[in-house]
């Protein structure tokens, strides 16, 4: 069972970069995903989620506007456009696979620098 998160990296503000969760070993269909995050000194906080079929999504207002989130059951993969980048955003992102039982990826830095 894996969720691996890619697409990290440093970017200045106002930039774009788009993450993926890649999952593998479980039904991934099945699982609404979360997008997490995590800066330097701050607790973790869930960023958007969307549903197994797609059809329900939710951004936290820090990100809304700026953020889309989306997936492709197809190729079991979640993604999280973001935009718009601010300094604030810099975090690491985590996905996570809701359900029972839950699936957690280990996490892709997102660095924005002024």
């Known amino acids: 069972v894996q969720l691996v998160e890619s697409g990290g990296g440093l970017v200045h503000a106002g930039g774009s970069l788009r993450l993926s969760c890649a999952a593998s070993g479980f039904t991934f269909n099945n699982y609404a995903v979360r997008w997490h995050r995590q800066g330097p000194g701050k607790e973790r906080e869930l960023v958007a989620t969307?549903?197994?079929?797609?059809?329900?999504?939710y951004y936290a207002d820090f990100v809304k506007g700026r953020f889309t989130i989306s997936r492709d059951n197809a190729k079991n993969t979640v993604y999280l456009q973001m935009s718009s980048l601010k300094p604030e955003d810099t975090a690491v992102y985590y996905c996570?696979?809701?359900?029972?039982?839950?699936?957690w990826g280990q996490g892709t830095q997102v660095t924005v620098s002024l």
């Open positions: 996570n696979a809701k359900g029972e039982p839950d699936y």
């Open positions: 969307i549903s197994a079929s797609g059809t329900y999504i």
